[in-house]
């Protein structure tokens, strides 16, 4: 979230942001909604001076003066029982608009409206030549008997997936080697709630524009999260941190839970896009210094590319142009894995760093060297997020005979095995 006094100086830049990233937001209506609110403050400060000072000079009035000053007194009072109210209405109005106010894309972020403006930064391995028909990691799971897809689409409707046998213990073992890497990189690991109050969500800027994407549990005002990075930012709010404490660097292990409202039709085969995932996320307060977060980022990318040079995966990394990154996001890198099935690299992590904008909506505070209050920054990044890491990692290290082949890295986690082989499909 944007400070207002910033919004009024730099109108220009504010719209530039609005336009560049794509959003609906006229910012007229957010600046006529300030204005208005300022001016009913205006006359309530001048309406409670003049009740105090009436308040003092009733007492030692004339018996003439009194009855007049008396009559205006209720005069006062009335204006405030009126103006109070236009006040909380008006207040409504424009911090409904300011939460709708994109940060601003950082200098190196490309203009552009869509993934095809993306800037490719690197390539990172090879992908492989097969010398054999390939299966797509659908038919693969199917054919290893690592996927169930008919019964759980029957009670829980589409895009529902049960990981099974070596599934199940693949998607455990991925997440493991990832958490074992993390903490040997000085990330806390948290398990965090995975249900929370709107404010987390708000907080976080994942609503109110978003707020299609989220399940709701209507009967006790609560949300199922999209990514634990709702829940680890929010860990600290309404909390002011000391700046001796930064960087804090977690690491959250969650269910995560998605309506996918804005994908019907799209990638409905396999597991690339589902309602229901498991996923490791980065999340870093750092010090509101822009030198000190683009070092942080880097090394939340590093991170993640560390990851899958691990589980020998190629990949590349690209700069996500303005329409690609979101409200707060003042710049993004993509990490796009090579899925041979879809003869493309498709986004596997996503690395972003929000300026203080979180922090201001979550009402989270640093205490600087010099005494003085600042927002801290915050950064995020996928460490991985599971079934979609297994299409990689399935379709890349298959064999002719149908088996898959665990990357060296992998195999401790797996108990030994060191390649999984065709079942008949029960």
């Known amino acids: 979230m944007l400070d ?4 009024r100086q730099n109108p220009d830049l504010v719209r530039a942001a609005i336009k560049n990233k794509r959003l609906s937001i006229n910012l007229d209506d957010l600046l006529e909604a300030d204005k208005t609110r300022r001016e009913i403050i205006g006359r309530i400060d001048e309406r409670r001076a003049r009740k105090n000072q009436l308040a003092s ?6 018996k003439e003066e009194k009855g007049s000053l008396i009559e205006e007194g209720k005069t006062v009072r009335q204006d405030l029982e009126r103006l109070e109210p236009e006040l909380t209405s008006a207040n409504a109005v424009f911090e409904d608009l300011l939460l709708r106010i994109p940060s601003l894309p950082r200098p190196e972020v490309p203009i552009g409206a869509g993934e095809e403006d993306n800037v490719e930064i690197r390539k990172v391995g090879t992908p492989r030549v097969f010398d054999f028909p390939i299966k797509d990691h659908m038919d693969l799971m199917d054919s290893l008997a690592l996927v169930a897809l008919d019964g759980p ?8 997936y049960a990981l099974r046998g070596m599934g199940a213990l693949l998607e455990l073992a991925v997440t493991r080697l990832v958490v074992d ?3 040997a990189r000085g990330l806390e690991i948290v398990i965090p709630p995975v249900i929370v ?4 969500l708000v907080g976080t800027g994942f609503f109110p524009l978003s707020k299609e994407e989220a399940y709701s549990i209507p009967a006790d005002d609560l949300y199922l999260v999209g990514t634990s990075e709702v829940a680890l930012v929010s860990l600290h709010c309404d909390e002011t941190l000391d700046a001796a404490s930064l960087p804090i660097r977690y690491a959250g292990i969650s269910p995560c839970f998605r309506r996918e409202a804005g994908a019907h039709g799209k990638d409905t085969r396999g597991l690339y896009r589902v309602h229901q995932f498991t996923k490791v996320e980065q999340v870093v307060f750092c010090a509101p210094d822009e030198a000190v977060a683009e070092k942080e980022h880097y090394q939340l990318l590093d991170n993640a590319e560390s990851i899958l040079k691990l589980l020998e995966i190629p990949y590349r990394v690209a700069i996500a142009c303005t329409g690609e990154i979101g409200l707060g996001q003042t710049r993004k890198h993509e990490i796009e894995s090579w899925m041979p099935g879809r003869n493309a690299y498709s986004e596997t992590h996503s690395c972003s760093t929000l300026g203080d904008f979180q922090a201001r909506r979550s009402n989270i505070r640093v205490r600087l060297p010099d005494g003085s209050l600042g927002y801290p920054f915050t950064l995020n990044n996928t ?5 979609r890491i297994l299409i990689p990692l399935l379709e890349n290290h298959q064999e002719a005979d149908g088996s898959v082949r665990l990357p060296k890295a ?3 986690y797996m108990n030994g095995i060191e390649r999984l082989t065709p079942k008949k499909s029960s």
């Not at 109050?197 to 987390?200: I, T």
């Open 153 to 160: 689409r029957k009670f829980a409707g589409g895009r529902s």
């Open 4 to 7: 207002i006094s910033f919004i």
């Open 383 to 387: 460490a991985i997020a599971s079934p």
């Open 410 to 412: 992998l195999v401790p």
């Open 197 to 200: 109050k709107e404010r987390a």
């Open 181 to 183: 890497t993390l903490v």
């Open 57 to 62: 000079l009733i007492p030692k009035a004339s």
